[in-house]
C-alpha cells in the first residue's frame, strides 16, 4: 500500500508570507497527487489536482508541482483566510495534514 | 452540480453495526465514470479512506477496515450506504461521503456526519 508522508505538521506564518509543503509517497505515483483544504467544521476541499492544476475557482496564490515521489504544495502569499489544514492524497491514501495558523 | 448528503444514528452502541447513507442529488449515480466513496475522520485526527463503489456494485475497501466493511449503492433512489460492523469507541468519527474519479480525485464531499459509538 502507498503510504504519504506530509510535513510539516503545522506551521506558523504571517499574511503575505510564502508558505511550503511537502508530500512524500512510499512509490513512484507519477503526477496522481491532489490537494486538499480543510477549515475547522468542514469538509475537505479540493484545491489542486493531478499534481499542479488548480481546481476551478480556486484562487491563484495555491500551486502545486512535483512528480514521482516528492510533491509540494505552495501558498505564494498567505491571507488570513487560508487557515486550515491541507492534505495531500493519492488513491486512498491521505497526508497527516499540515495545519497552517496565522503568526 | 452534484451534491451529497449523508445520513443515519449519531449514537452507535459498542459491538453493534454502523449505518449511513448518502443521498447524491443534481446528478444520477448512474451517470458518468465516477466511484463513490466513504471516509472517516475521528476528532482532531486526519482523513481515513474506508472504501469505495462503483455504480456496477464493485467495491473496494481499505485493508484495516475491510473485515468490517460493506458498502451497497441503490440506483433507484441515487444513494449509496456504508455499514460497519462490531463498532467500538475507536470507530467514532465524522464520516463523509464523496464522489471519486476515475483518476481517485475526491470531489465534491458531503457535509459530513459525526457518529460516536457509546454505550
Known amino acids: 500500500d502507498i503510504q504519504m508522508t506530509q510535513s510539516p505538521s503545522s506551521l506558523s506564518a504571517s499574511v503575505g508570507d510564502r508558505v511550503t509543503i511537502t508530500c512524500q509517497a512510499s512509490?513512484?505515483?507519477?503526477?496522481?497527487l491532489n490537494w486538499y483544504q480543510q477549515k475547522p467544521g468542514k469538509a475537505p476541499k479540493l484545491l489542486i489536482y493531478?499534481?499542479?492544476n488548480l481546481e476551478t475557482g480556486v484562487p491563484s496564490r495555491f500551486s502545486g508541482s512535483g512528480s514521482g515521489t516528492d510533491f509540494t504544495f505552495t501558498i505564494s502569499s498567505l491571507q488570513p483566510e487560508d487557515i486550515a489544514t491541507y492534505y495531500c492524497?493519492?488513491?486512498?491514501?491521505f497526508g497527516g495534514g499540515t495545519k497552517v495558523e496565522i503568526k | 452540480q452534484v451534491q451529497l448528503q449523508e445520513s443515519g444514528p449519531g449514537l452507535v452502541k459498542p459491538s453493534q453495526t454502523l449505518s449511513l447513507t448518502c443521498t447524491v442529488s443534481?446528478?444520477?449515480?448512474?451517470?458518468?465514470?465516477?466511484?463513490w466513496s466513504w471516509i472517516r475522520q475521528p476528532a482532531g485526527k486526519g482523513l481515513e479512506w474506508i472504501g469505495r463503489?462503483?455504480?456496477?456494485?464493485?467495491?473496494n475497501y481499505n485493508p484495516s477496515l475491510k473485515s468490517r466493511v460493506t458498502i451497497s449503492v441503490d440506483t433507484s433512489k441515487n444513494q449509496f450506504s456504508l455499514k460497519l460492523s462490531s463498532v467500538t469507541a475507536a470507530d467514532t468519527a465524522v464520516y463523509y461521503c464523496?464522489?471519486?474519479?476515475?483518476?481517485?480525485?475526491?470531489?465534491?464531499w458531503g457535509q459530513g456526519t459525526l457518529v460516536t459509538v457509546s454505550s
Open positions: 493531478d499534481a499542479s
Open positions: 512509490q513512484d505515483i507519477s503526477n496522481y
Open positions: 443534481g446528478g444520477s449515480i448512474s451517470s458518468g465514470s465516477y466511484y
Open positions: 492524497q493519492q488513491y486512498g491514501a
Open positions: 464523496a464522489r471519486e474519479s476515475l483518476s481517485f480525485i475526491f470531489d465534491p
Open positions: 463503489i462503483y455504480t456496477s456494485g464493485s467495491t
